[in-house]
């Protein structure tokens, strides 16, 4: 199970974004705007993500269905990449200007 971890940059310490198997780091010298360009860029490919899987069960499910398996990692994908993105969104709401 992956955890989420942000400290406050005011301590010092590294924030970490996202923790799996490695810790991925978030930059102490980020700024809001950085932080925030980054979630922008998360963005777009969850979007992309959820219409692929909206229009490929929506007409029936066809090759969706016969690979459920594909659709569960897309899924799990989505998961990892929604809770980078929330925790990108709480370090710009303690990161300096």
Known sequence: M????????????????YSLNASYLISPGATREQLLDD????????????????DGLELG????????????SILYGMQRETEMLNNIIRAATIAKE
């Open 2 to 17: 992956a955890t989420e971890i942000v400290t406050k940059a005011s301590s010092g310490k590294e924030r970490t974004f």
């Open 39 to 54: 979630a922008n860029c998360l963005i777009s490919p969850i979007r992309a993500q959820i219409a692929v899987l909206i």
């Open 61 to 72: 499910g066809g090759q969706m269905v016969a690979n459920i398996g594909d659709v569960v």
